[in-house]
């Protein structure tokens, strides 16, 4: 009871305005309390401690990885790295329907490596920029851009926090999610074909590029880009070859950027005195590094939302609720059609704790049916506007464009991309 509360709460987060960290953190201790006096008037405190450091350590391992993560993320915000891609984007003069696919094939390939999340409020930026008078092509637009990223970070482990909490658990290998690239493919370039016969036609005016300064990389930005990459290599070799938790070779890949910040900051006053500073100078130093501004500048609530949810889900699997689930669920349906209602579920409710409850039921099945469950948690999200942290974000982004029911007309062309999908993954894997 306490739980569904809670996510009635997180659920209307827009209309209410609150924070969705608030409900779930007071959810999570109240749940771990009920269940501590129960065990402790049995004398069983030893069990429940036990059971919640469990909980937190899968946790912690999650909230770090994610923190370097969005660290390095924010560290190319601010060295303007996607403001170079988004000007260079609009600077090519593509008309409505080439952008329309270009914004969509470049959220499928970014969100893989960067989230799903940030991958789509950059491409909405762009769509934004130029679409400013053609409401309906922000509309299709920014449809295609979250089922692009939806899609391209269902097939790779660092693209989804679902795919994230699987690899980490270890049931699928770093090389085993890529089996998931064509069928990801294929749930969004069927919805993407059908919706490009309706994006308009013609060429934007573009106003943007005469009101806007050309937007330049400051200095170090491909750098971090470079690092980022090394950190993800890291955290890889970690895993595969030394079997540590990803997260340690994250944190050792924190250190690379900390390291180059301090050359960044060392070397700033340097660099001022040997620029022209003149008005007409285009060089931009960008200021001081500061590493911890961008450690600052994290999304919090999320991470505290994930704290809350995996506590209180962790909590409800303790009790035994998950297990009954589990045995009801895919002991009546079968592994296959329980796996594709997970993702018709995710796409009304957060798939995190959806995932981490299926983590922690861990039904006995073998990979292509893991597999299965990681493209649908992660695709299933696109059958709704709410149903992904990329949709929600984007209706607050292009609000008098892109809506809850702008989205919903185009949902059936989103299922039939969804349903083709798990066909063509039960096919080729």
Known sequence: MIFVLAYILVIFEEKLHIQKSKPVLLAAGLIWLVIAVAYQSHGLHH???QAI?????????????????MTYINA???RDVFDALRYWLVSKGFSYRQLFWVTGILAFFISPIADNLTTALIMCTVVMSVGNNQPKFVALSCINIVVAANAGGAFSPFGDITTLMVWQ??????AGFFKLFIPSAISYIIPAMIMHAFTPAGKPDNQFLKTTKPAQI??????IVAFFILTIFTAISFHNFLELPPVIGMLTGLSYLKLYGFYLRKTYHHEIANIDVTPSSSKDTGGPFNVFSHIASSEWDTLFFFYGVILSVGGLGFIGYLSLTSEFIYGEFGATTANVLVGIISAIVDNIPVMFAILTMNPDMPETQWLLVTLT???????LSIGSAA?????GQAKHSYTFFSHLKWSP??????????????LIN
Not at 169 to 174: A, E, H, Q
Not at 391 to 395: N, Y
Not at 413 to 418: E, K, N, Q, R, V
């Open 391 to 395: 949709g929600v974000a984007l209706m």
């Open 53 to 69: 450091r469990h909980n937190f350590l899968e946790y912690a391992e999650l909230f770090f990885f994610l923190l370097v993560a």
């Open 76 to 78: 190319m915000i601010e």
């Open 377 to 383: 948690a992660g695709i299933g999200g696109s059958l």
């Open 169 to 174: 658990r270890g049931i699928i290998p770093f």
């Open 218 to 223: 400051k200095r170090g930005g491909l750098v």
């Open 413 to 426: 062309a989103i299922a039939l991309g969804y349903f083709a999908s798990i066909y063509v993954h039960l």
């Open 47 to 49: 069990v429940t401690e």
